[in-house]
């Protein structure tokens, strides 16, 4: 299973609801990755999870708040979102423990704050 | 952070013409690697170079590296409509990169359209 699996596929909200997004692999891979894309751009790292610790937080806004309940399955919570946080969500996840190796993505939820 | 600068910025062929798109970035890498996005859809990992390797194969995919120039190449040969996508160069750099915290730095991407 080469597969890397986020729910929901699209998701619209409003600037005062709570959502979730969630990820998971059944690669066995210790490291994942949160991404933000805008269209046309290249994808923005958001935060790294290594071995179910955060390991890199690029300055997000603490509306998203990330969670790695266990090795298979990666969360990102957001609350309170504004209308410029619209974007694709791309998770991500990679064999880490500082292996030079290619990364795996799910095919993103499509995000839409109203 | 972005290190990689693609070019071109966007590509137009005819089906059965090679496409090159080329990458160039700032910092010494580990390995550099290249990703093909279909529209609104999740990346795919097409190919891996390593630093200390010059060329790489991968069916019609031909990547090359020039460290000393700080750049990569991907050739896709006897394209078709279905390569049509943007493609990404990621670096997986140093010193960014020590022990678990590894991320890789993104190039700005080249959007292919392949036309039948």
């Known amino acids: 299973d080469t597969e890397v699996t986020q729910t929901p596929k699209h998701l619209v909200m409003g600037m005062t609801n709570k959502k979730s997004l969630k990820c998971e692999q059944h690669?066995?891979?210790?490291?994942m990755y949160w991404y933000k894309q805008k269209a046309k751009k290249p994808p923005e790292l958001m935060f790294v999870?290594?071995?179910?610790?955060?390991?890199i937080n690029e300055s997000v806004p603490s509306r998203f708040s990330p969670e790695c309940p266990n090795s298979s399955l990666l969360n990102l919570h957001l609350h309170a979102l504004q209308p410029e946080d619209s974007a694709l969500y791309l998770c991500?996840?990679?064999?880490?423990?500082?292996?030079?190796?290619?990364?795996?993505f799910g095919q993103g939820t499509r995000l839409t704050v109203v | 952070s972005q290190q990689g600068e693609e070019d071109p910025q966007a590509l137009s062929i005819q089906e059965g013409e090679n496409a090159t798109m080329n990458c160039s970035y700032k910092?010494?890498?580990?390995?550099l690697q290249w990703y093909r996005q279909n529209s609104g859809r999740g990346l795919v990992h097409l190919i891996l170079?390593?630093?200390n390797e010059r060329e790489k194969h991968s069916g019609r995919l031909r990547v090359t590296l020039d460290t000393s120039k700080k750049s990569s190449s991907l050739l896709i040969t006897a394209s078709r409509a279905a390569d049509t996508a943007s493609y990404f160069c990621?670096?997986?750099?140093?010193?960014?990169?020590?022990?678990?915290?590894?991320?890789?730095?993104w190039g700005l991407g080249t959007s292919l359209a392949v036309n039948p």
């Open positions: 991500a996840s990679s064999q880490g423990g500082g292996l030079p190796t290619e990364a795996f």
């Open positions: 690669m066995g891979h210790r490291a």
């Open positions: 999870y290594s071995y179910e610790k955060l390991s």
């Open positions: 910092t010494s890498i580990n390995n």
């Open positions: 170079i390593r630093s």
């Open positions: 990621a670096t997986d750099a140093l010193p960014h990169n020590a022990g678990n915290n590894r991320k890789l730095i």
